[in-house]
C-alpha cells in the first residue's frame, strides 16, 4: 500500500501477488477501503497485480472537474509510470472497462493482453445504464434498484423473500463512513459525469491486442448487446457471457478461472 504522485495528483495503489503484471481498473464509485477488494481475488495467486483508487474516488486526490475519459486512461499511465511497470496485461471492470478501452487506444504498446469485463463502447454500441440518474434517490430506493439492474432475474417477488440479500446490498452501497471526507460527492459526480460521455465504439477497431471479453448473460448495467458491439468492432476478441448478472465473476465459478487461463496465454 503506498501512495503516489506521478503526474500532480495522489493515487492510493496497492499492489499484490508475484508473477507478470496485471493493472486492474476498477468500476464506478470503488474504493479500496471497501472489501473484499479485486487484491482479494484469485489474480494475485497467480500474477503481480496492481489496482489504485482512480481520480475522484477513495484514497486519491479528487480535484475540480470535469473529468474526462482521457484524463482517466492517462492517469492508468502514469500509475504505471510510477510503479516501475513498463509493460502489463490490464483488467477493466465496468466503468474501468470503458477507461481500459480508451487507455488501449491511447497508450496501447503498453498492454499485452486485455481483459473487459461488464462494460460497453458507449456511443452507437451501446452504452452502460446511465448510473448518475440513480443519485438522487434515498439509500434504500437506491439499493433495490441497483439489485435490479445487477441481475435482471431480480424482481420485487425475489426481493420480499430474500431480505439478507437486500440488507447486504444496502451495506455495501452506504458509504457514509466516507462522505465526511473533502470533495467526497464532488468527486463521484465527477466521475459519474465522465462515465456518461463514454464512447470509444468508432475507435474500438485501433485495439490490437488480444482481448478477453466477460459479460453477465442477465445484467442489466453492462447489457450482452453492449459487449457483443465490442466483440463485433475488436479485430482480436473473443466473448464469454456467464451465468450471472453484473457481478457474474461473483456468480459463476469460471470466470476467474478463465481470466487466469486467458492471462497465462500471453507466457507461451
Given at each position: 500500500m503506498r501512495f503516489l504522485t506521478?503526474?500532480?495528483l495522489k493515487f492510493y495503489v496497492e499492489q499484490a501477488g508475484d508473477g507478470p503484471h496485471v493493472l486492474v481498473i476498477n468500476g464506478t464509485g470503488n474504493d479500496l477501503r471497501r472489501k473484499p477488494s479485486i487484491m482479494d481475488s484469485p489474480l494475485t495467486s497467480h500474477f503481480c497485480v496492481t489496482a489504485y483508487d482512480q481520480r475522484g474516488l477513495g484514497q486519491s486526490d479528487k480535484p475540480e472537474g470535469p473529468y474526462s475519459m482521457r484524463d482517466y486512461a492517462d492517469d492508468a499511465a502514469a500509475v504505471m509510470d510510477a510503479m516501475g511497470i513498463d509493460k502489463a496485461m490490464m483488467l477493466g471492470i465496468s466503468f474501468g472497462g470503458m477507461v481500459a478501452q480508451e487507455f488501449t487506444i491511447r497508450h496501447g504498446a503498453r498492454l499485452s493482453r486485455l481483459a473487459l469485463w461488464c462494460t460497453s463502447p458507449g456511443g452507437a454500441g451501446g452504452t452502460s445504464y446511465p448510473l448518475h440518474?440513480?443519485?438522487?434517490?434515498?439509500?434504500?430506493?437506491?439499493?433495490?434498484?441497483?439489485?435490479?439492474?445487477?441481475?435482471?432475474?431480480?424482481?420485487?417477488?425475489?426481493?420480499?423473500?430474500?431480505?439478507?440479500?437486500?440488507?447486504?446490498?444496502?451495506q455495501k452501497l452506504d458509504?457514509?463512513?466516507?462522505?465526511?471526507?473533502?470533495?467526497?460527492?464532488?468527486?463521484?459526480a465527477a466521475q459519474l459525469e465522465a462515465r456518461a460521455q463514454h464512447d470509444c465504439y468508432e475507435r474500438l477497431g485501433q485495439i490490437a491486442c488480444p482481448v478477453f471479453l466477460g459479460g453477465g448473460q442477465y445484467d442489466g448495467i453492462a447489457k450482452p448487446s453492449a459487449m457483443q458491439a465490442l466483440e463485433s468492432k475488436i479485430p482480436n476478441a473473443k466473448l464469454t457471457l456467464y451465468e450471472g448478472g453484473h457481478l457474474f465473476m461473483l456468480q459463476d465459478g469460471k470466470a476467474f478461472p478463465d481470466l487466469v487461463a486467458f492471462f497465462n496465454e500471453a507466457k507461451t
Open positions: 506521478p503526474n500532480g440518474e440513480l443519485e438522487g434517490l434515498d439509500l434504500d430506493a437506491r439499493a433495490l434498484a441497483s439489485m435490479k439492474l445487477n441481475d435482471t432475474r431480480i424482481d420485487d417477488d425475489w426481493l420480499a423473500a430474500n431480505p439478507e440479500a437486500v440488507e447486504a446490498a444496502l458509504m457514509s463512513e466516507f462522505e465526511h471526507e473533502p470533495h467526497f460527492a464532488e468527486g463521484r
